[in-house]
């Protein structure tokens, strides 16, 4: 793997990416496949929405290698079914070693699932929703420092959503959403999977 000065990176498949992704087989997995690919499907838009949550002040890798386990915790993130949980899945939440149990993030991803079963049923769709925020022609980022913390789009539907009643999703964990989902392409430019 060959070290570049603006943020990429040259690795031994001979394929240039982002800087973030380092060696990990699990993130350059996520990077090539996952990050910045257009999601439309509200399943996985409120998934992404909880774990960037969870993702609160703790690494992605993290989250991403307990993914499997959290899937298996809450349903498949079917916000239907996680709608409906009370104490007693809260309490086996607390007790499953193979998620980040955290009282409050548990308690934020069922909140959120009824948030979502209220704006579906007002907007139509997660998926509407949150891509008419979308920033198609955001500035192409040239090297980490250009990429962005947060944006005006990620602040006012971070506000929007926790308007409706969500939890956990700050400016700054909204962007981190948009950009894996898709609404913003934060890929570096040279990076080999810029505006696939």
């Not at 991403?64 to 079914?81: M, N, S, T, Y």
């Not at 420092?145 to 700054?172: I, M």
Request: charged letters at 25%.
């Amino acid at each position: 793997m060959t070290d570049q000065t603006d943020g990429l990176v040259a690795h031994p498949d001979g394929h240039v990416r982002c800087w973030w992704c380092g060696e990990d087989p699990d993130y350059l997995a996520y990077h090539d496949q996952e990050w910045g690919v257009p999601v439309h499907d509200d399943v996985r838009l409120y998934e992404k929405l909880c774990l960037e949550g969870f993702q609160a002040g703790l690494s992605w890798l993290t989250i991403l290698r307990k993914r499997p386990a959290f899937r298996a915790a809450f349903a498949g993130f079917d916000p239907e079914v996680v709608a409906g949980f009370g104490d007693d899945e809260v309490a086996r939440l607390l007790g499953d070693a193979g998620i980040v149990r955290h009282r409050g993030k548990i308690e934020a991803v069922i909140a959120n699932a009824r948030a979502y079963l209220r704006l579906v049923e007002g907007e139509g769709s997660l998926d509407g929703f949150v891509w008419a925020y979308a920033e198609p022609d955001a500035p192409a980022p040239r090297s980490p420092a250009d990429v962005r913390a947060t944006s005006p789009a990620s602040v006012a539907l971070s506000r929007e959503l926790k308007r409706r009643g969500w939890r956990f999703v700050g400016p700054t964990t909204v962007y981190a959403f948009m950009q894996s989902m898709g609404l913003v392409d934060d890929h570096l430019v040279g990076c080999g999977w810029r505006s696939r």
